[in-house]
């Protein structure tokens, strides 16, 4: 569940059958009082053009979707006798449009591309800084998404790293205690190549974070910090120094991380 904020109002969003459903009661709740929303939402429901709306998104998406009866519920709108509630438009159409949810967090759900329509019986304007949120939301969650999978690949590649440090610097005598040093050493290689920093020195910098220097990195240092542990484990293969390889490394995230800003600078160019 994700809000954004239109117009001062909080406005609700879940994932449902891999879509996104906007509350409806909360856009209706921003025109008038609670006691007043789902008198509001009725009242859209029961106006042709939003039936023929609805029926239209149904028939594209729902195989389910009961077009007979959407039929006779189309040839009675706008009538004055006319009156629907979302619940019954569900049960009769075997709709998937609309939810109604219930408990704490309930209401009236619809699909983005309803609700976006709805929002226009709220007021032009309200429809439009709708979808300007709900677009950075998304944009927001593509970022997120993007900077999750950056960090699942160095943890990946960090197997691959230490795998490569098992086999090539640790001696099968040494004890557990003596085999977690070297890994600690070698990640601090990293670290140093790339942040100026060991894990140590940034745990006594920054007390009050939870995690570690490389949960707070930014995707452009997880890109080069995935690049690096392949990199490393190739030098360890073939028995390159520590030394040698932290110059080595340091130059290869210095050049990286110049060629990844120039790669956004010209994005921000476009």
């Excluded at 943890?155 to 005598?173: G, Q, R, S």
Aim: net charge neutral; proline share 2%; with cysteine.
């Amino acid at each position: 569940m994700a809000k954004i904020k239109v117009q001062e109002a909080d406005i609700t969003i879940v994932h449902i059958n891999n879509g996104d459903y906007i509350s409806l009661t909360d856009m209706a709740n921003a025109k008038e009082s609670g006691s007043r929303a789902a008198d509001i939402i009725k009242n859209w429901l029961r106006n042709r053009y939003t039936l023929e709306f609805l029926g239209t998104w149904e028939v594209i998406n729902n195989p389910n979707f009961k077009v007979v009866e959407f039929d006779h519920f189309k040839s009675q709108a706008g009538l004055p006798s006319f009156v629907m509630s979302v619940s019954e438009w569900i049960e009769k159409t075997d709709a998937i449009g609309i939810i109604v949810q219930k408990g704490k967090y309930g209401g009236t759900f619809a699909h983005k591309d309803i609700a976006f329509e709805f929002g226009a019986a709220i007021s032009v304007q309200f429809k439009l800084y709708l979808i300007t949120e709900f677009q950075r939301l998304k944009e927001h969650e593509q970022q997120q998404l993007g900077w999750s999978a950056k960090r699942e690949l160095s943890k990946i590649n960090y197997h691959i790293h230490t795998d490569a440090v098992k086999h090539n610097l640790i001696p099968e005598e040494l004890t557990a205690q003596q085999i977690s040093i070297v890994y600690a050493s070698e990640a601090d290689v990293l670290n140093m190549a790339l942040f100026g920093i060991t894990a140590r020195q940034w745990r006594d910098t920054n007390p009050d974070k939870k995690g570690n220097i490389r949960d707070y990195a930014t995707i452009n240092e997880l890109i080069c910090l995935s690049n690096m542990e392949n990199i490393n484990a190739v030098l360890i293969n073939e028995q390159v120094p520590q030394s040698d390889r932290l110059l080595k490394l340091n130059q290869i995230a210095i050049q990286q991380m110049r060629v990844l800003h120039e790669v956004d600078s010209r994005k921000l160019l476009k």
